[in-house]
């Protein structure tokens, strides 16, 4: 999916997280195609409309993020990802220098060491969300949230998110995002919520790099960009010094 001018100056790629689709960046891409960038989101493997495929490899992911490249060619002037959208583009930055200029990554599941099991439990469970069930334990989520979030759920098959856990458990992509060349930060989840990434990963790659900025985001579940869109846009439109280290 795309918003904005293809012609922009500025362009960025939005990578969702497991069990979403391209759709749900929808109020994140078009504050910033108002702000004059030109925006991509796909549904990646195994997601929305995107095809099936034998393999839910991390690297597999990565490798179809790098054949995504802006108008005109060049770099994308910022890669945003989700989740699962998080380790696909510091995998793919990490694999290709110069595919991202920066980062913005969205409480990413950087590190997995075991436990994949509840993972699997968990997300299965999600996949038979109803818009009722988000509602009970989202209840300031914008309605087309709830509807684009059950609508991208009821879309991914159990098969897709078992195989991506058990076929990529346990991982980690903290060397990679450490040694990224371009600036990071990262939106973690508030600290009640149980964040995917962790105080210890941030004082961890924040001390190994000085282009490296994150913070929580007070209140904010997993679902960050469906929680607080406005600071996910402020820190895009702001870049890497908008962003203070904790």
Not at 103 to 127: A, M, N, Q, Y
Not at 179 to 204: M, Q
Request: a negative charge.
């Amino acid at each position: 999916m795309r918003w904005g001018r293809t012609d922009a100056s500025r362009r960025a790629l939005l990578l969702h997280g497991l069990t979403s689709a391209a759709a749900c960046w929808w109020r994140v891409a078009d504050e910033l195609a108002e702000a004059g960038w030109s925006v991509t989101a796909p549904d990646q493997r195994g997601h929305g409309l995107a095809p099936r495929t034998r393999r839910y490899d991390i690297e597999g992911f990565a490798a179809d993020a790098l054949a995504l490249t802006p108008e005109g060619g060049g770099a994308w002037d910022l890669v945003v990802g989700h989740s699962l959208g998080g380790v696909v583009a510091t995998a793919a930055a990490g694999a290709q220098p110069g595919w991202a200029s920066r980062l913005l990554l969205l409480d990413p599941v950087i590190t997995v060491s075991g436990g994949v099991e509840e993972f699997v439990r968990g997300t299965v469970t999600e996949l038979k969300a109803t818009e009722e069930s988000l509602l009970r334990d989202h209840p300031e989520w914008h309605p087309e949230d709830v509807f684009l979030k059950v609508q991208a759920a009821h879309r991914t098959s159990p098969y897709v998110a078992e195989s991506f856990l058990r076929n990529n458990t346990p991982w980690s992509y903290e060397k990679e995002l450490t040694e990224y060349g371009g600036p990071v930060t990262v939106l973690a989840a508030d600290p009640s919520h149980n964040p995917a990434f962790t105080a210890d990963e941030g004082h961890r790659i924040g001390s190994a790099k000085a282009d490296f900025h994150w913070t929580a985001v007070d209140g904010a579940s997993h679902s960050v960009y469906r929680d607080n869109p406005a600071a996910v846009i402020a820190a895009a439109l702001a870049g890497p010094e908008g962003q203070r280290q904790q």
